[in-house]
């Protein structure tokens, strides 16, 4: 009996699972749940596994309804076959339930790397918990104990931390800005492939704004970029493959010449200790945290060069686009332009009034929108100014002499100007001006004012109005007075 037992264990050990392993040519990707039924006490497990690649990124495994998610695990096998290594990695998340009871799990399905795998869904029955099972009396015939007699009972696992490459990193996109112009700032959380098997991220929602609120800054101008899922990004430093978690940005236009100076923050991450022997069936993981620290980071400020208009100027890289409403033009009639500035930069900062009224035209407006975006880091858009214009005399309207708006050019480090470019040809007889009476879009007043009487009422008027209205109020308070006294006599 004793020759049996022990030749058995050998042709375990012996055993190579890889030798009915087949060869696969692409990679594939699978999902597996366990048995559907089972005691409240055990635990209901969705697994997926990912063979003939290094995996990159994985949709979260779904929520199932009466269980809550308890944690998971990974097991990396590695199969040799005619000299060749073919890798299989299988990730597992165990649900617990929370009462007995019969449940249903949808179809569902998931992306790994981009592959699709799709489980067609189960029921699922909880049962009551099951009592252990009482162990047998000793027995010197029983194939355990004399197993343990040979090679000793086991021992308790011993884990190790294994070492990780990521690091937490502050990074602007400029070392230095001119006051008013863009600077783009990331909070970054890189780390290698290899390391999404020990890290993973933990009450990411209750660090982030405590951190955010370590990096504002009080002299900018700040325009964030919308939340987003955070997803790893495929980025090389340093000639390695990283993945790249975007945790913050922001777009900063510095308003004073004072510095920006970023602390240094930190990020806990949740970081797993390995078996230093690792068994089949088991975790081989043990749970731990990990802190990781950002560098302090300040990015200097220039002042802007000389001119008359320094402080009133944009900054930005931005360009001219115009319109108008129609293609002929005559004296006394109104006609809409458009100053549209398109580019990168503070819009907020862009202003343009109308100019004074001259010889050659009357200005009205403007009526202002605009519309940012925020992609790629960067942050632009449209914001447009429309004028309603009279010209007073026939021929060119030269545009120019009336719109233009002077802005610093931060790509280029000079100042520069937007002038109009159209020069509308003006026909029909040199009218005088005093007024311009736009006509409404409302019908109501569109009509009121063309019955309007013109004729011009003296400054007093409403002060005589009023003046005779309380005198009529006078009047009929003493009547009233004395009808009220002759009514009690």
Known sequence: MRLFLVFSLLLRLLWL???????????????????????????????????????????????????????KSSTTTTRIVEGKAFSELTITQRYAAYTEGTY???????????????????????????????????????????????????????????????FLALVPDKQRVFVGAGVHVGLYFYLTPQDQAVLNFHNFAGQLPGIIRQLRQRSVWEEGFDEQEVLPENVVVGGKPFLRYRLWEAELYPLNTQPLNFPAVELQMLKYRVAKKPEAGLDNRMEG??????????????PLPPHPLRDQVPVGNYELKEAIDRTTFRTGQAFTYTFAVEGEGNLAAVQLVAPPSGPTAEVYGPEVQQSLTRENGRVG????????????????????TLFQMVYFNSVQARYDTLRAGLRPVIRGEQQVLTQLRVQPDDPFYRAALGEADPTAQPRNLYHDVRRYANLVVAVLLVVAGAGWWKARR
Do not use: C, H, W
Request: avoid cysteine.
């Open 381 to 400: 858009g449209r914001k447009s100014f429309r004028f309603r214009v009279v010209a007073r005399r026939p021929g060119p309207l030269a545009l120019d």
């Open 17 to 71: 699972p890889g030798a009915q392993a087949q060869q696969t040519t692409a990679p594939s990707a699978t999902l597996k749940t366990s048995t559907a039924t089972f005691p409240i006490n055990e635990y209901f497990t969705i697994s997926f596994t990912l063979r003939g690649a290094p995996l990159e990124r994985y949709s979260a495994f779904p929520d199932v309804e009466g269980f809550k998610k308890s944690g």
């Open 289 to 302: 945290y990990k802190t990781y620290r950002s560098a302090a980071r300040t990015v200097a400020v220039l």
């Open 104 to 166: 249903v799990v949808k179809p569902f399905s998931m992306k790994i790397n981009g592959l699709t795998a799709e489980s067609g869904g189960v029921t699922l029955k909880v049962g009551p918990q099951q009592q252990a099972a009482q162990p047998p009396a000793a027995s010197p015939l029983q194939g355990i104990g004399l197993l343990d007699q040979l090679f000793g009972k086991p021992k308790p696992q011993e884990y190790v931390e294994p070492q990780d490459q990521a």
